[in-house]
């Protein structure tokens, strides 16, 4: 019976995944880190959108709270509300239409555009 090669496993593995975004996205070991978005802009979304209501961010002022999950090491989770895979895409449409993804989630839709849920996605990748 023939070996498989290890090289073999991982193109089959791996030809599923998501491939990286244009634009400059950045990986920290294996993921993916940044969606081609804006991380200062981000930032500054992430508080007048008034995410930090719901989610505690370490090291913010304002984002101290529990409703929410706290988004401490976002960028090393595996999946996005424990159910959907933490890649760049997937985080973009999360952020954009969050009941379309999990319509039992108590994250509500925030009617952002792509551009703005990106650059919150940048941001969030931060949170290394």
Do not use: K
């Not at 993921?31 to 090291?59: E, K, M, W, Y």
């Not at 952002?112 to 919150?120: F, Y």
């Amino acid at each position: 019976m023939p070996l498989i090669s290890t090289a073999a496993i991982c193109a089959v593995l791996l030809s599923d995944c998501e491939a990286p975004m244009s634009g400059g996205a950045s990986t920290i070991g294996n993921f993916i880190t940044s969606p081609s978005g804006n991380a200062r802009r981000g930032v500054r979304l992430f508080d007048q959108v008034g995410c930090g209501v719901c989610h505690t961010v370490p090291g913010t002022r304002r984002a101290r709270t529990r409703a929410g999950p706290s988004l401490n090491l976002f960028a090393r989770r595996a999946f996005i509300s424990g159910e959907i895979p933490n890649t760049p895409r997937m985080l973009v449409r999360w952020i954009m239409d969050p009941p379309g993804l999990i319509s039992s989630t108590a994250m509500p839709r925030l009617n952002m555009n792509e551009r703005d849920a990106r650059d919150i996605a940048a941001y969030l990748y931060t949170l290394d």
